[in-house]
T-cell receptor, first 112, second 115 residues
Framework: AQSVTQLGSHVSVSEGALVLLRCNYS??????LFWYVQYPNQGLQLLLK??????LVKGINGFEAEFKKSETSFHLTKPSAHMSDAAEYFC??????????FGTGTRLTIIP | EPEVTQTPSHQVTQMGQEVILRCVPI?????FYWYRQILGQKVEFLVS??????SEKSEIFDDQFSVERPDGSNFTLKIRSTKLEDSAMYFC???????WGGGQFFGPGTRLTVL
């Protein structure tokens, strides 16, 4: 079985500041980990994924995430926030099954 | 860039009525999924479908739900007798392969409102 915990349902950062969205996972098998972004009234867009190999993965729009097995974490970061980053972000895990298990999401607000 | 499409974008129905939500997955994908998101809650897995049969389903996916791939392009979710609690955003997704990390690609969703 697998689960995901996203710390912070709402995060606000100033434009140009560092974005850090936290995700911790639980999985009984080596996990595959994903971050999705959902803009208002749109579907889920895949930002990045970790499967095997390099633990630092880069995605679209300047986002990256680091898989830390010892901490069971997969936090999402972006060095400099842009207004267009305002959205809801979902961390998801897949562990030996086809289904994705999602966290509850983090709404990111960018302050001008 | 290929994408998953869903119709309709919004469906309003009366309690007890049947609804069919439609999806066109990405053309070379072989695995298909339905998820739902009740307002304010997390995205939940409903069912996965491969080779014309259900490969995995959640406890939410009871006898009121069914899925079908009626032709080479469409993938449908039917709810036989809708309940108020079925009101949610329903997302279709597809992937090239199943049990690997390639990622699932989601459609824009159908908002189902049951009155």
């Amino acid at each position: 079985a697998q689960s995901v915990t996203q710390l912070g349902s709402h995060v606000s950062v100033s434009e140009g500041a560092l974005v850090l969205l936290r995700c911790n996972y639980s999985s009984s098998v080596p996990p595959y980990l994903f971050w999705y972004v959902q803009y208002p009234n749109q579907g889920l867009q895949l930002l990045l994924k970790y499967t095997t190999g390099a633990t630092l993965v880069k995605g679209i729009n300047g986002f990256e995430a680091e898989f830390k097995k010892s901490e069971t974490s997969f936090h999402l970061t972006k060095p400099s926030a842009h207004m267009s980053d305002a959205a809801e972000y979902f961390c998801a895990v897949k562990g030996g099954q086809e289904k994705l298990t999602f966290g509850t999401g983090t709404r990111l607000t960018i302050i001008p | 860039e290929p994408e998953v499409t869903q119709t309709p974008s919004h469906q309003v129905t009366q309690m007890g009525q049947e609804v069919i939500l439609r999806c066109v997955p990405i053309s070379n994908h072989l695995y298909f999924y339905w998820y739902r998101q009740i307002l304010g809650q997390k995205v939940e897995f409903l069912v996965s479908f491969y080779n014309n049969e259900i490969s995995e389903k959640s406890e939410i996916f009871d006898d009121q739900f069914s899925v079908e791939r009626p032709d080479g392009s469409n993938f449908t979710l039917k709810i036989r007798s809708t309940k108020l609690e079925d009101s949610a955003m329903y997302f279709c997704a597809s992937s090239e392969k199943g049990d690997w990390g390639g990622g699932q690609f989601f459609g824009p969703g159908t908002r189902l409102t049951v009155l």
